[in-house]
């Protein structure tokens, strides 16, 4: 009965010794509690596993561990896994709140590249290397077919390369993706100007002012047009109206000032250019500018 009784004592002792616990929680990275986490721990030395679930608050505990390394490791469904060494001692209470960071899904990794790519292609495109901003924006439209800004971004790729027909077909798709993408009918409408399309041109700038009317820059690019295929009058409209919606657009009183000129409204075109240098006194064309200037008022002297 000695003999017994020792063993039984000796036996509690050694299971008081290894009562170790473990508690803490578990959370995500806003600091919200993720109620049934799971949570697997193996102990290296034995390469033996057990796991046990939070609870609806996000915590757990467990207690009559052996001591020793642990690996531990949570599993929650759309979060990353999270694993770590622990080593719990003999009697020991161990503690831990855990992050849980959100996975990434498929769709966010394409969202990632595309970006990348688009960023490239820009700068490419900015460098003047078209064939490398092609390369980047193919990537994009691959990874995000419906992202209309891809497809604008190769259009105008193409259209800087002198390939109109593949900048139109581009484009076209992203105005339909995106059918109020103002800077696409822009795109479009120059590629037909470079092919000598006045008409096609005007037909879409017609389209870009009907949805975006404010737009001051849409009616200087159809008054424009208007001037060149000598439909004046209209030309003289869309021009007022551009200067109305935005007196601050230089290149208006400089299509006004043409216009005025053509029309030998002498003043008036005086009056449009010396705004135009007002608004854009470093612009490319000043001097000549200046030039026509000179000429229109030597022109107003001898008729007065």
Do not use: W
């Given at each position: 009965m000695i003999i017994s009784l020792g063993f039984i004592l000796l036996s509690s002792s050694i299971l008081g010794a290894?009562?170790?616990?473990?508690r803490g929680t578990i959370k995500d990275e806003d600091?919200?509690?993720?109620?049934?986490?799971?949570?697997?721990?193996?102990?290296i030395a034995r390469n033996s596993s057990f796991d046990f679930k939070?609870?609806?608050?996000?915590?757990?505990?467990?207690r009559g561990f052996e001591p020793g390394q642990y690996m531990l490791a949570v599993e929650v469904e759309e979060y990353k896994p999270f694993k770590q060494k622990i080593y719990i001692s003999v009697g020991q209470e161990y503690k831990m709140d855990i992050v849980m960071a959100k996975s990434v899904s498929v769709e966010e990794v394409k969202n990632s590249e595309a970006k990348n790519k688009f960023?490239?292609?820009?700068?490419?495109?900015?460098?003047?290397?078209?064939?490398e901003a092609i390369e980047a924006f193919e990537d994009v439209i691959i990874n995000k077919p419906d992202f209309a800004e891809g497809y604008y971004n190769?259009?105008?790729?193409?259209?800087?390369?002198?390939?109109?027909?593949?900048?139109?077909e581009?484009?076209?798709?992203?105005?339909?993706?995106?059918?109020?993408?103002?800077?696409?009918?822009f795109g479009i409408g120059q590629a037909y100007i470079d092919k000598g399309e006045e008409e096609q041109a005007t037909e879409i700038f017609k389209k870009a002012v009907a949805i975006n009317p404010n737009d001051a820059?849409?009616?200087?690019?159809?008054?424009?047009?208007?001037?060149?295929?000598?439909?004046?009058?209209?030309?003289?409209?869309?021009?007022?109206?551009?200067?109305?919606?935005?007196?601050?657009?230089?290149?208006t009183y400089y299509q006004l000032g043409l216009v005025y000129y053509k029309k030998q409204e002498i003043d008036e075109s005086i009056e449009s250019f010396e705004k135009y240098l007002e608004l854009a006194p470093q612009a490319p064309?000043?001097?000549?500018?200046?030039?026509?200037?000179?000429?229109?008022?030597?022109?107003?002297?001898?008729?007065?």
């Open positions: 290894q009562d170790s616990k473990f600091g919200n509690p993720i109620p049934n986490g799971k949570i697997i721990l193996t102990l939070t609870n609806k608050k996000g915590k757990f505990y467990r960023d490239q292609g820009v700068q490419f495109y900015q460098q003047g290397k078209f064939d190769l259009g105008m790729a193409y259209l800087r390369q002198g390939d109109h027909d593949r900048a139109i581009v484009i076209d798709k992203a105005i339909e993706l995106k059918p109020d993408f103002v800077e696409a009918y820059k849409i009616y200087v690019s159809l008054g424009a047009l208007y001037f060149s295929a000598n439909r004046d009058d209209l030309a003289m409209e869309a021009f007022l109206k551009a200067m109305e919606l935005d007196p601050s657009l230089p290149n064309d000043a001097e000549s500018i200046k030039a026509i200037i000179e000429e229109l008022r030597k022109k107003r002297d001898s008729i007065s």
